[in-house]
T-cell receptor, first 116, second 114 residues
Framework: GAGVSQSPRYKVAKRGQDVALRCDPISGHVSLFWYQQALGQGPEFLTYFQNEAQLDKSGLPSDRFFAERPEGSVSTLKIQRTQQEDSAVYLC??????????????FGPGTRLTVT | AQSVSQHNHHVILSEAASLELGCNYSYGGTVNLFWYVQYPGQHLQLLLKYFSGDPLVKGIKGFEAEFIKSKFSFNLRKPSVQWSDTAEYFCAVNAGSSASKIIFGSGTRLSIRP
């Protein structure tokens, strides 16, 4: 079946512009995660949804970052007034919600955001 | 705060050499541990995982990892590497009350000389 998809794959924004990044999780996956991966670093957690509920947004770096998943499927990560330090690869992952904590996450290809 | 340390930033080996990549984490409670791999131009893929039971975990492509609780370590091993193992390897932990998030290490770039 299809994996996690993300669009666009590449985005160039001028500083101060708003951007919206889309994630289509694997069908039936209840949990959805966003990560930010800076060059040469490992992914860093941004936020987590269970269905449409945003249960953890502790990793969002500022109030310019906003994520939503209104129908419990597709999710959008929005960054307002982009800054150069926002340049990174934004990864989306999804997982089945099991009865225990064993949640294997499946990652999408990422969106590479470059802010000029 | 939870953290994951990968001590080797870049490892260069010849084909057929043995591999061991170090990973240490900081968390005193129950953990789930992962190794992810990112081949050039591809997305992150799960290599292997430890949740409970036998601390020696076998994954895909001949990789294995050993969970040593007393050392807070989860080192990745492969007895004989191939050129196709060239990739970035990330150790990760899912721990404690934050069962949702995964904390990643900074990664180890593995280059295999043919």
């Amino acid at each position: 079946g299809a994996g996690v998809s993300q669009s666009p794959r590449y985005k160039v924004a001028k500083r101060g512009q708003d951007v919206a990044l889309r994630c289509d999780p694997i069908s039936g996956h209840v949990s959805l995660f966003w990560y930010q991966q800076a060059l040469g670093q490992g992914p860093e957690f941004l936020t987590y949804f269970q269905n449409e509920a945003q249960l953890d947004k502790s990793g969002l770096p500022s109030d310019r970052f906003f994520a939503e998943r209104p129908e419990g499927s597709v999710s959008t990560l929005k960054i307002q007034r982009t800054q150069q330090e926002d340049s990174a690869v934004y990864l989306c992952a999804s997982s089945l919600l099991g009865r225990d904590r064993h949640r294997e996450q499946y990652f999408g290809p990422g969106t590479r955001l470059t802010v000029t | 705060a939870q953290s994951v340390s990968q001590h080797n930033h870049h490892v260069i080996l010849s084909e057929a050499a043995s591999l061991e990549l170090g990973c240490n984490y900081s968390y005193g409670g129950t953990v789930n541990l992962f190794w992810y791999v990112q081949y050039p131009g591809q997305h992150l893929q799960l290599l292997l995982k430890y949740f409970s039971g036998d601390p020696l975990v076998k994954g895909i492509k001949g990789f294995e990892a050993e969970f040593i609780k007393s050392k807070f370590s989860f080192n990745l091993r492969k007895p004989s590497v191939q050129w196709s193992d060239t990739a970035e390897y990330f150790c990760a932990v899912n721990a404690g009350s934050s069962a949702s998030k995964i904390i990643f290490g900074s990664g180890t770039r593995l280059s295999i000389r043919p």
